[in-house]
Antibody, heavy 120, light 111 residues
């Protein structure tokens, strides 16, 4: 069973860049018909899709965040990453990495999530 | 404001059945059979309960079922149990550039 684990700083200063990494175990990040996503959830609020990267390397981003988001993959480390620039307090949230199935368009496997707080 | 509309809360007694609705548009829920439902307990990651409108992943109780009519999808939980108390989110593929949209979530209380 594939497992995902987020890692990165829990505190980021306003205007700086938030950087998170998701380590995948139990399967290769470069095989199969999957996409690898980042989703976030502010405290007490709903889920917001940030973007995804396919095994081909192509990416899709939420238009509301597109100008600030970059998702990349490192197949040698079986990891994929999120960078969100020019952060503000509104970017404070639990960030989840997840795996989706291309054939069913379903995000079926989630990491446990990591809280990132934007504060000076 | 979420792209998909869910009731903020529903409640039911143990043993009863409840239904949670998820309303979108023809660009998402109504246009594709790619609706998923997630259960989220406090402090935990979402767990997939239903995918492609009505399919259950392995290991999910058959008390959970999904359906769709027009632009509205529904999650039904029968034989409510205390451990079903959680937040439930729907999601759908969308033809817009967003690709994946979520509902605002529904808090289920088991009385």
């Amino acid at each position: 069973q594939v497992q995902l684990q987020e890692s990165g700083p829990g505190l980021v200063k306003p205007s700086q860049t938030l950087s998170l990494t998701c380590t995948v175990s139990g399967g290769s990040i470069s095989s199969g018909s999957y996409y690898w996503s980042w989703i976030r959830q502010p405290a007490g609020k709903g889920l917001e899709w940030i973007g995804r990267i396919y095994t081909s390397g192509s990416t899709n981003y939420n238009p509301s965040l597109k100008s600030r988001v970059t998702i990349s993959v490192d197949t040698s480390k079986n990891q994929f990453s999120l960078k969100l620039s020019s952060v503000t307090a509104a970017d404070t949230a639990v960030y989840y990495c997840a795996r989706g199935d291309v054939d069913t368009a379903t995000t079926g496997n989630w990491g446990q999530g990591t809280l990132v707080t934007v504060s000076s | 404001q979420s792209a998909l509309t869910q009731p903020a809360s529903v409640s039911g007694s143990p043993g009863q059945s409840i239904t949670i609705s998820c309303t979108g548009t023809s660009s998402d829920v109504g246009g594709y059979n790619y609706v998923s439902w997630y259960q989220q307990h406090p402090g935990k990651a979402p767990k997939l309960m239903i995918y492609d409108v009505s399919n259950r992943p392995s290991g999910v109780s058959n008390r959970f079922s999904g359906s769709k009519s027009g632009n509205t999808a529904s999650l039904t939980i029968s034989g409510l149990q205390a451990e079903d108390e959680a937040d439930y989110y729907c999601s759908s593929y969308t033809s817009s550039s967003t690709l994946e949209v979520f509902g605002g979530g529904t808090k289920l209380t088991v009385l």
